[in-house]
């Protein structure tokens, strides 16, 4: 009985780990359906409320993807995105230029959290949010399934100048990508899988200007280079925003790989997916074959959600560190 008691107290140790500063040491499959009183209701609840937000507009939903990405990208994924600022840290990653005021989805996460907090509370990290969030986006925008590990923790550090470095800029050739990737554990594959996400929402036009003015990047098949100057004239008072696939424009799906076999992707970085045999025969691969591509997203998004780092806290609201220094 004693030896019994032992064992059950081991085997929900990393549920009473959860509460103060923690470390992780691997992400599990239903994390929160593992210790009787954590959050069995945990992916159900997100699901739930990502649903609500990308029937409202699927916009969210490709909000939340590239909000995984930004934050995964950074610390690791960490949640380090989503922290504003404050008097002890006025400049976090959410006012970098790379994510402001383009990155978008912050309410569908405030609302899980909220949501969480009233069911569980102190459970869920805001990082298993974000990564939950972008798996069940992916779902309904593009049949794509997959399962999620989790059991991260939230970060308390967000530097704004540190997305700069870490993040590809659409400017930038694949070496530079591919660097950039590499640097996190990811692969040449993973880059060419993940940048499928370009198939879904919009790009604001100041992210590929420099391709239509004064003349139109050789690399963009022309025609479309003119559609696009419509769509964001020169000089226009506000940044106008374009879809990243004129086709399917809310669907998550092999498109893209045909828009820059086209030359029709909106950036540099799109087009430099032609630049290497590697690449161009995976982009033909995903071009012609949705389902190999649906398969590859999914191992990709996993394994980026597998960046990391290892110490942490559960955060109270998703937009501050629970205590100040
Ligand atoms: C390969 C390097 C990448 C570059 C250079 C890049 C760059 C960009 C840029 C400049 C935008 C437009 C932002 C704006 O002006 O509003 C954008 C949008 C987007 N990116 Fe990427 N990206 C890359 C990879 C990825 C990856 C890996 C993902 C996720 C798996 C992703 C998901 C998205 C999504 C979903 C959007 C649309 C966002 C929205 O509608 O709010 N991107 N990306």
């Given at each position: 009985m004693g030896a019994r008691n032992t064992y059950q107290i081991l085997a929900f140790l990393p549920c009473i780990l959860l509460f103060g500063v923690m470390s992780t040491t691997s992400l599990e499959v239903g994390y929160y359906t593992k210790?009787?009183?954590?959050?069995?209701?945990a992916e159900i609840i997100v699901k739930a409320v990502v649903h609500k937000y990308i029937a409202m507009d699927p916009g969210f939903g490709a909000g939340v993807i590239r909000m995984f990405f930004h934050d995964c990208f950074v610390?690791?994924?960490?949640?380090?995105?989503?922290l504003d600022p404050s008097p002890?840290?006025?400049?976090?990653?959410?006012?970098?230029v790379v994510n402001n005021?383009?990155?978008?989805?912050f309410e569908v996460i405030d609302e899980a959290k909220e949501t969480l907090e009233r069911v569980c509370?102190?459970?869920?990290?805001c990082a298993d949010i974000i990564a939950f969030a972008a798996r069940d986006a992916s779902y309904f925008l593009g049949g794509i399934s997959y399962e999620i590990p989790s059991g991260r923790l939230d970060g308390r550090v967000s530097i704004a100048d540190e997305v700069l470095k870490s993040l590809p800029a659409p400017f930038q050739n694949l070496t530079v990508v591919n660097a950039l990737f590499a640097a996190q554990g990811l692969s040449t594959d993973d880059v060419v899988a993940l940048s499928g996400?370009?198939?879904i929402g919009r790009s604001h036009c100041s992210s590929f200007t420099t391709r239509l003015y004064p003349t139109i990047d050789p690399t963009m098949d022309q025609g479309f280079g003119s559609f696009l100057r419509t769509k964001c004239p020169q000089n226009a008072n506000e940044d106008g925003v374009v879809p990243q696939?004129?086709?399917?424009?809310?669907q998550l799906d092999n498109q893209y790989y045909q828009n820059v076999a086209d030359?029709?992707?909106?950036f540099f970085s799109d087009w430099s997916?032609?630049?290497s045999g590697e690449t161009l025969n995976l982009l033909n691969d995903f071009r012609t074959k949705p389902e190999l591509f649906a398969a590859k997203f999914g191992e990709s998004m996993v394994k980026m959600g597998d960046?990391?780092?290892t110490q942490g806290e559960i955060r109270k609201t998703c937009r501050a560190v629970n205590y100040n220094y």
């Open positions: 210790c009787a009183k954590t959050c069995p209701q610390r690791g994924c960490d949640a380090s995105v989503l002890q840290n006025p400049n976090p990653e959410k006012l970098s005021p383009s990155l978008r989805g509370p102190g459970v869920v990290s996400a370009h198939s696939d004129f086709v399917t424009p809310e030359l029709k992707g909106l997916l032609l630049t960046i990391g780092g």
